[in-house]
């Protein structure tokens, strides 16, 4: 049964009387999957291994995690709206190479210069998204390009690693607080803010409208230009603190990161339930898929004898199964 | 009467980017091409043709597979997980010999292809996110199966990346040959045109009986050979396999080539000649920039230019 298909199929009269708990359990499962799933991953890596429930290697996963985790909420307001950014990573290691390259006038330059040139670039995306209908795939590809020539250029071919040398701007990534790092509280704050902000406000809702049915919402009068040149404002912004901060953390603007970042947030966010289609989802299951895959990786980690290159094809194989199960489940619904 | 002005002007703009659609590659290819032979010392000699050639062969190889699979509204972010794939593969069989060891990279190309395929056709999995778990995880595989770069020694293979036919390279004359047959397959098969038909309108392909689900399979597989074949000649050329590095970003040279030639994402119509053009274009471009001491960073940020006018052009328009 195609997409098509299946819309003719539930626009058949609906009866009201069905037994709908099949439904219930397939729709919070495909909501709160990942949660069972990291609550499981979990456990079984605590009885596996005695190294794993450690102080210590919680800290480093929550640590390692919170800059993907930045990055993956702007993306999940992106996907939600039914669209999607590639240009995050890009951003992502411009914005920490502006942020070192501004470092000498203080904290608030190291913050204020990658915002700014990120959220632009994010509005220009934007705009060339909402008013000209360009597909969203394509124009964040020319932006991945983009952003990384004008990193480039900055940085003298990538040969020009700026370093932060103000203790105030190392701080923004270094300071610690009962054990973990400032970025883990800026994004545990950003991310209780974007969950009031998806589903309390009326940006939230007009964010899930346009990704539910993008006609229906200009038919119901949601301004949706403004909504999704905001969504891609956001995404931009996050990805340029996210850089920031890590340029904060490693004391200097490493030029060589962030190649392929966005297809680890772009799984991150699917894993965590949001639908690429649009319309659907939430930044706790993305919080959940970011862990997830943070405690995959620390587990092979911990069986020592596997390589790196294992955990991708944990992490692919992953993110197979996530879809496939979410496509079962959303059918069960439809039924 | 401002009414007709703005009209005739708008009409104006439909017209010239349906022209830029339909020929502004080959224009800026023919641009690019003259202001080389104007400004650039030595570019027209024999050797700098046949570099520029052996390095975009591989491109245009992987380009005319991904025309194909956005041809039918798709998209295969796969293409360079699995020309790395073939690279481990290759040089893993290559104490078989030359000719079982290719074969081996290719079957293995077909295999992720129908994986992605399968998600693709039979589950109803978005394209972008199958073969973005491929990306992922056959990338991941390949390390894991030759975990660094790995020099061999065999000649059949180096002579497959080296030996030259009148003065053509192999490697050059097998993408022209593949860009034949994917037009004539294209134009004159059915298959080409049941292909055009799912991207145009997939319900209605479904209704009028077409094979629907084999055709998108068979599209994903033909996608992951053509890509293994990529990968397995520039091992050839490379004369090492480094499932590492080989391929990255191939998907997105590949996309902007099928994109930059006039294919429309939306699918439903395929031009491998423009693809083919596409390919060109950005290595003459990203070439010209090079030999005029323009650094990487304008070449990308130029490129991400023409992207976007490509895209504008080709964008779906109301009159379609």
Known sequence: MTDDTTTLASSTPWVPDRPARWERVGYLLQQHGAVIVLVAVVGFGTIAFDSFATAENARSIVVS????????????????????????????????????????????????????????????????IARTGMAPFIVTLAGLLGARGLMLAISDEGATTYLVRDPAVAALGQAELFGLTCPVYITIGLALLGMVLLQ????????????????????????VVRTKVLVYVMSGLLAGLAGALNAARLSSGVTILGIGLELDVIAAVVIGGTLLTGGAGGILGTMAGVLLLGVIQSLINQVGTLTSAFQQVVSGAFLALVVIAQRQLSKAQRL | ???????????????????????????????????????????????????????????????????????????DLSVGSVMALAAAVVVLYLGYG?????????????????????????????????????????????????????????????????????GVPFVVLVAAALTVVVALVVRRTTFGRQIVAIGGNRAASELSGLPVRPILLAVYVISGVLAAGAG?????????????????????????????????????????????????????????????????????????????????????????
Request: aromatic share 6%; charged share 10%; hydrophobic share 55%.
């Open chain 1, 65 to 128: 995690s919170s800059f993907l985790a930045l990055i993956a909420i702007g993306m999940t307001f992106v996907i939600i709206s039914g669209g999607i950014d590639l240009s995050v990573g890009s951003l992502f290691v411009l914005g920490g190479v502006l942020a070192a390259y501004a470092s000498p006038a203080g904290p608030l330059a190291a913050l204020a210069l990658p915002l700014a040139v990120c959220g632009a670039i994010g509005l220009g995306q934007g705009l060339l």
């Open chain 1, 200 to 223: 309390r406000t009326r940006f939230g809702q007009n964010v899930y409208a346009v990704g539910g049915n993008e006609e229906a919402a200009v038919l119901m009068g949601v301004p």
């Open chain 2, 1 to 75: 009467m401002s009414d007709l002005t703005l009209n005739l002007s708008q009409l104006h703009r439909e017209r010239v980017l349906a022209w830029l659609q339909e020929y502004g590659v080959y224009v800026a290819v023919g641009a690019l091409l003259v202001f080389n032979v104007m400004f650039t010392p030595h570019f027209l000699s024999a050797a700098n043709f046949r570099t520029q050639l052996v390095q975009v062969s591989p491109i245009v190889i992987v380009s005319l597979a991904m025309a194909l699979v956005i041809g039918t509204q798709g998209i």
């Open chain 2, 98 to 166: 030359a000719v079982p060891a290719i074969v081996a990279a290719l079957v293995a190309g077909a295999l992720v292809g129908a994986t992605g395929g399968a998600l693709v056709a039979y589950l109803d999995i978005q394209p972008i996110v199958a073969t973005l778990a491929l990306l992922v995880g056959i990338r991941g595989l390949a390390n894991v199966l030759v975990p660094q770069l790995r020099e061999f020694r065999n000649p059949d293979l180096i002579a497959l990346g080296s030996d030259t036919f009148l």
């Open chain 2, 232 to 320: 397995v000649l520039a091992t050839a050329r490379l004369q090492a396999s480094d499932p590492t590095s080989l391929g990255l970003f191939m998907e997105l040279s590949a996309i902007t080539a099928v994109v930059v030639g006039g294919t429309p994402l939306s699918g439903g119509r395929i031009r491998v000649l423009g693809t083919v053009m596409g390919a060109l274009l950005m290595q003459l471009l990203s070439a010209t920039l090079i030999k005029h001491d323009l650094p990487q960073s304008w070449t990308q940020m130029v490129q991400a230019g023409i992207i976007l006018v490509a895209v504008y052009a080709t964008r779906e328009r109301g009159t379609r």
